[in-house]
């Protein structure tokens, strides 16, 4: 096992005991799922409010706008991140509380509004059902009427980000919107922020073995959340799981096409984070400008712990309005 010089949460880790229950689900600690309410009145730094995208599959969004925007009668509208949470595709919510708290800061230090999806979980709803939640997402922002969206938002500044699985998230989203960047106007993506981003493959990396009893997210668990989410008889070579596979997406010349930028976080303890190296390796052969963050630490820490986090909402609100001006 590799030196671990950081030491990670404590708390009732889902990761380390993964346990299939009958019925296609998993067992879900409730502890681990602590939710926070959405806050409209603005008692904190961020206001944030609760709307439904689809009642039919349980889909909805947050939205959070930072709290001095809503005291100016003539407020300047903000680049908005579609943000997607971790949790494998099995685990979490947008309203768990270490996700609410990461958005409400991101809203905040990098001067943005955040709308947090909350799509379906696998292995209820195996993958593509998340990359369809988060198309619906963008349908909704594409028409809606929302008072926040309309006053808070430059639609002509959207970036799609995530954490995690959200990072795999928001990249396979990302390949879909490119394809219908046209039908989906007046939106206009400028690109994508991959927060350590959940990739791996058939084929164990470096950091894979040199981690792989990560006190946090051990391989066996990436391993066993990938089977959960992944459609059933694909192996994890799988374009979903992969990005690298079969020479990555055809629909990444779509992303260089519209001169979209990408932003990649990883880190050195992070088991996941060769692939992360070998998915901006695969962007820039492809023509795409990529913006790397890569330091010491562990596995999303930012959203574990927001003391270690400063750093990544700086460089993230860099990335944002450089790109925002382009």
Request: hydrophobic letters at 40%; one cysteine or more; aromatic letters at 10%.
């Amino acid at each position: 096992m590799a030196s671990q010089r950081f030491a990670r949460p404590i708390f009732d880790n889902p990761f380390l005991k993964i346990q299939e229950l009958p019925g296609n689900t998993v067992k879900r600690n409730s502890e681990s799922l602590k939710q926070a309410n959405c806050d409209p009145k603005g008692t904190s730094l961020v206001v944030t409010r609760d709307v439904d995208l689809d009642t039919t599959k349980n889909t909805w969004l947050r939205l959070y706008v930072p709290r001095r925007l809503t005291k100016n009668p003539t407020p300047k509208k903000l680049p908005l991140i579609m943000y997607y949470h971790g949790g494998g595709f099995v685990y979490f919510h947008a309203n768990t509380f270490i996700f609410d708290v990461f958005c409400q800061a991101l809203a905040e230090r990098v001067g943005a509004m955040v709308i947090s999806l909350e799509y379906r979980l696998a292995p209820e709803h195996r993958l593509p059902a998340a990359y369809d939640d988060a198309m619906d997402g963008l349908e909704w922002l594409k028409s809606t009427k929302d008072e926040w969206v309309c006053n808070y938002a430059d639609l002509s500044k959207v970036f799609l980000g995530g954490t995690s699985s959200g990072g795999n998230l928001a990249y396979n989203a990302g390949l879909r919107a490119a394809v219908m960047a046209k039908e989906l106007e007046p939106i206009k993506i400028k690109g994508l922020i991959l927060h350590h981003p959940f990739f791996s493959g058939k084929n164990r990396t470096e950091s894979e073995e040199k981690q792989k009893d990560d006190q946090l997210l051990p391989l066996h668990a990436v391993d066993k959340m990938f089977d959960l989410c992944l459609p059933k008889g694909v192996d994890h070579d799988h374009e979903y799981c992969n990005p690298c596979a079969n020479g990555g997406s055809k629909h990444l010349d779509d992303m260089k096409e519209l001169g979209w930028k990408v932003f990649v976080s990883g880190v050195c303890e992070d088991p996941l984070v060769d692939a992360a190296r070998g998915c901006v390796r695969l962007m820039e052969q492809k023509g795409i400008k990529v913006f790397k963050f890569f330091r010491d630490g562990y596995h999303a820490m930012e959203v574990f712990d927001q003391s270690m986090a400063a750093a990544l909402y700086d460089a993230a609100k860099d990335f944002v309005y450089a790109v925002s001006r382009t």
